[in-house]
């Protein structure tokens, strides 16, 4: 049966003056409805005749800036996002799988936002990124799992992500499990002249090969991760690294876990700020790799099961 609660509050503040069943004009649209029941058809949208996949009501009923909202568990297929628009799912039912290409790319306007709320995006273990950003002007993601890309191709089998030019990304991610990638969970892939920012909270990035990395070693810009109450465990390689050719990349990590990785944080050229953190059974729990890593001396990690590298504490 599909769900009216809070979401169905949501959607009508965007559609309140749309009766039940009416049709949507194509692309004009402040929000539409998307079930696995729907249909791909003209006039799809509404509570009573929703829409199938994401891709369908993206490209011909939603405006730009529109709500798509998700009414019951389904596969949603894969998404290439030319717009703003937000995506809400809260219920946790939205899945996205795929066996090979991206799960989701975005491709946006330098002032466009993009919120993705609620979905389970899934690689079958063989497809390249789940969440593939090139251009936008804001990133939000919410309770979403990312999990099984395991493409072995060079720069892929990645859980989320971003590589931009230029441009000051607004990217953030909270309450969210990446997880069993090939490559990296979160991967800011930074060039040109790209000056992002990024926060993560409530992230867990578990069973990759590297959790977290910001490279800006190709920008000319500066890039600034906050990363708070997060983990990263399990990673073959790295569990959070700050990369860059020129001090150009800050990573401030308060309370954080990097447990069991190959190495726990490592910082490549870039910097890293850590505070009220524990760094523990990794091979190497603290590693400054040609960078700057701080600790302030509130934080905990275990020599007896790993080493500390070059880091520098005050």
Same mark, same amino acid.
């Given at each position: 049966?599909?769900?009216?609660?809070?979401?169905?509050?949501?959607?009508?503040?965007?559609?309140?003056?749309?009766?039940?069943?009416?049709?949507?004009?194509?692309?004009?649209?402040?929000?539409?409805?998307?079930?696995?029941?729907?249909?791909?058809?003209?006039?799809?949208?509404?509570?009573?005749?929703?829409?199938?996949?994401?891709?369908?009501?993206?490209?011909?009923?939603?405006?730009?800036?529109?709500?798509?909202?998700?009414?019951?568990?389904?596969?949603?297929?894969?998404?290439?996002?030319?717009?703003?628009?937000?995506?809400?799912?809260?219920?946790?039912?939205?899945?996205?799988?795929?066996?090979?290409?991206?799960?989701?790319?975005?491709?946006?306007?330098?002032?466009?936002?993009?919120?993705?709320?609620?979905?389970?995006?899934?690689?079958?273990?063989?497809?390249?990124?789940?969440?593939?950003?090139?251009? %936008?002007?804001?990133?939000? =993601?919410?309770?979403?799992?990312?999990?099984?890309? !395991?493409?072995? *191709?060079?720069? $892929?089998? +990645? &859980?989320?992500?971003?590589?931009?030019?230029?441009?000051?990304?607004?990217?953030?991610?909270?309450?969210?499990?990446?997880?069993?990638?090939?490559?990296?969970?979160?991967?800011?892939?930074?060039?040109?002249?790209?000056?992002?920012?990024?926060?993560?909270?409530?992230?867990?990035?578990?069973?990759?090969?590297?959790?977290?990395?910001?490279?800006?070693?190709?920008?000319?810009?500066?890039?600034?991760?906050?990363?708070?109450?997060?983990?990263?465990?399990?990673?073959?390689?790295?569990?959070?690294?700050?990369?860059?050719?020129?001090?150009?990349?800050?990573?401030?990590?308060?309370?954080?876990?990097?447990?069991?990785?190959?190495?726990?944080?490592? %910082?490549?050229?870039?910097? =890293?700020?850590?505070?009220?953190?524990?760094?523990? !059974?990794?091979? *190497?729990?603290? $590693?400054? +790799? &040609?960078?700057?890593?701080?600790?302030?001396?509130?934080?905990?990690?275990?020599?007896?099961?790993?080493?500390?590298?070059?880091?520098?504490?005050?």
């Amino acid at each position: 049966m599909p769900r009216t609660s809070s979401l169905a509050i949501i959607a009508a503040m965007f559609i309140s003056t749309l009766a039940p069943g009416a049709a949507l004009a194509a692309g004009s649209a402040k929000a539409a409805w998307v079930s696995g029941h729907g249909t791909n058809a003209a006039g799809c949208g509404s509570l009573t005749n929703p829409c199938q996949t994401f891709q369908y009501t993206h490209d011909n009923v939603v405006a730009a800036g529109g709500l798509i909202a998700v009414l019951d568990s389904s596969n949603y297929g894969p998404l290439v996002i030319r717009n703003a628009i937000s995506i809400v799912d809260d219920g946790g039912l939205a899945g996205i799988a795929v066996a090979s290409g991206d799960a989701i790319d975005i491709q946006a306007g330098p002032n466009d936002a993009v919120f993705l709320k609620g979905l389970h995006i899934d690689g079958l273990g063989t497809a390249n990124n789940g969440i593939y950003l090139t251009s %936008a002007g804001k990133l939000t =993601i919410v309770n979403c799992t990312i999990k099984g890309f !395991g493409a072995t *191709t060079p720069d $892929n089998g +990645n &859980g989320i992500r971003i590589s931009v030019n230029s441009g000051s990304l607004d990217f953030s991610v909270s309450n969210t499990i990446v997880s069993l990638n090939s490559g990296v969970g979160v991967w800011l892939d930074l060039n040109g002249s790209s000056s992002p920012t990024a926060s993560l909270k409530n992230v867990t990035l578990t069973s990759n090969a590297t959790g977290l990395v910001a490279n800006a070693s190709g920008s000319s810009g500066n890039a600034i991760v906050t990363i708070e109450d997060s983990v990263a465990t399990r990673n073959s390689a790295i569990g959070f690294a700050a990369a860059a050719r020129t001090p150009n990349v800050t990573i401030v990590a308060d309370r954080v876990n990097a447990s069991f990785n190959g190495s726990g944080l490592e %910082a490549i050229g870039g910097a =890293i700020l850590l505070s009220n953190s524990v760094a523990t !059974g990794n091979g *190497t729990d603290l $590693n400054n +790799n &040609g960078g700057t890593l701080t600790s302030y001396q509130n934080n905990v990690w275990t020599t007896h099961s790993g080493t500390i590298s070059n880091a520098s504490l005050h």
